[in-house]
């Protein structure tokens, strides 16, 4: 079976950091593009970054550049988004989500799923 729990959200001031975490098992960070998206209330479920099965090179969505930092342990099999500089329009739910290789990283390619994690931040 496979699982990708993901935890670190909460609450933060605006300007404040999160750091969130995915473990995945069931399979391997070698086999999958790995990251996330976040669903914020009203709105569609959009990338944020993802490391590539392949290299294990990150890959920024322009929303987020230059504030997230992606990284992963293959070790641990858990990839990590660290989050900074927080603005009030990053609150959603970020989901942890893998997709096959050669596949994009969009929400109709998701293969796997995680349950998701609320980050707020607040002005």
């Known amino acids: 079976e496979v699982q990708l729990v993901e935890s670190g959200g909460g609450l933060v001031q605006a300007g404040g950091s999160l750091r969130l975490a995915c473990a995945a098992s069931?399979?391997?960070?070698?086999?999958?593009?790995i990251g996330w998206f976040r669903q914020a209330p009203g709105k569609e479920r959009e990338g944020v970054s993802v490391?590539?099965?392949?290299?294990?090179?990150?890959y920024y969505f322009d929303s987020v550049k230059g504030r997230f930092t992606m990284s992963s342990d293959n070790a641990k099999n858990t990839v990590y988004l660290q989050m900074n500089n927080l603005q009030p329009e990053d609150t959603a739910v970020y989901y942890c989500?893998?997709?096959?290789?050669?596949?994009?990283?969009?929400?109709?390619?998701?293969?796997?799923w995680g349950q998701g994690t609320q980050v707020t931040v607040s002005s």
């Open positions: 069931g399979i391997t960070l070698d086999d999958y593009a």
């Open positions: 989500a893998a997709v096959p290789p050669g596949s994009y990283f969009r929400v109709s390619d998701v293969r796997y």
């Open positions: 490391i590539s099965g392949r290299d294990h090179s990150p």
